[in-house]
């Protein structure tokens, strides 16, 4: 077990541009979520799958945010058309259905939209 | 809406002092409860974690927490601080039947020889 692995590190893009994130969650674990973290802040929920299906989108997940699960396994985070707001660390974390074990967390993508 | 505040966006410390760092939630039924630590540049870290059953948990690398129902409340200590527990720590709470946690905005733990 590997644990949960995030790429790419960082990036640096333009604004206008897209990105996309990819996590690979701990194969065992059939929930993944994404959190965004800026700085002097907690991190903030946007989405979580369990399995391949989405089942919550926080309202801070815009238009021009999209993410996808295909077949439950690793998932990718899009952002279209960035913008400087959209600079944060972005993190992926994954965990088992029942919920009490907390959640394993990957190192996160460091987005910088210039 | 589950809220989690953390009193004190920066906590110092000498080695070998004691460490608390303060953790309040706002829901009537107690949520799960979860202590984090973030080192620069990386993911978040379990410390520990609160779901039924004694109040009192313990975590790695000496943390621990007490749950206080009735304070709302889910303090973290260490009894020796050490050079290398400077780190980001936040706390974060789960309501029972909800998948997602909500994370108070962090307390930055300074150590200082």
Redesign the interface.
Same mark, same amino acid.
């Given at each position: 077990d590997t644990g949960?692995s995030?790429n790419p590190r960082h990036k640096i893009t333009k604004r206008g541009q897209n990105v996309t994130f990819r996590c690979d969650p701990i194969s065992e674990h059939n929930?993944l979520?994404w959190y965004r973290q800026t700085l002097?802040?907690?991190?903030?929920?946007l989405t979580?799958f369990?399995n391949e299906a989405q089942?919550?989108k926080s309202r801070l997940l815009s238009d021009r945010f999209s993410a996808e699960r295909p077949k439950g396994s690793f998932s990718t985070l899009e952002i279209q058309r960035t913008e400087q707001g959209d600079s944060a660390m972005y993190?992926c974390?994954s965990s088992l259905e029942r919920?009490?074990?907390?959640?394993?967390?990957?190192?996160?993508t460091?987005l910088t939209v210039v | 809406a589950q809220s989690?505040t953390q009193l004190g966006?920066h906590v110092s410390v000498s080695e070998g002092a004691l460490v608390l760092l303060r953790c309040n939630y706002s829901s009537s039924v107690p949520p &799960?409860l @979860?202590w &984090?630590v973030q080192y620069p540049?990386?993911? *978040?870290? *379990?410390l520990l974690?609160y %779901?039924t059953g004694a109040t009192l948990v313990k975590g790695i690398n000496g943390f621990e927490a007490e749950f206080k129902k009735s304070e709302t409340s889910f303090h973290l200590t260490k009894p020796s601080a050490h050079m290398s527990d400077a780190a980001e720590y @936040?706390c974060?709470a789960?309501d029972s039947g909800y998948? %997602? *946690? %909500? @994370?108070?905005?962090?307390t930055m733990l300074l150590v200082s020889p």
């Open positions: 949960v995030q929930r979520y002097g802040q907690g991190p903030e929920f979580y369990q089942l919550e993190l974390a919920g009490t074990d907390g959640y394993t967390f990957g190192s996160g460091r | 989690v966006s &799960y @979860f &984090y540049n990386q993911g *978040l870290q *379990l974690k %779901t @936040f974060a789960r998948s %997602t *946690l %909500t @994370f108070g905005k962090g």
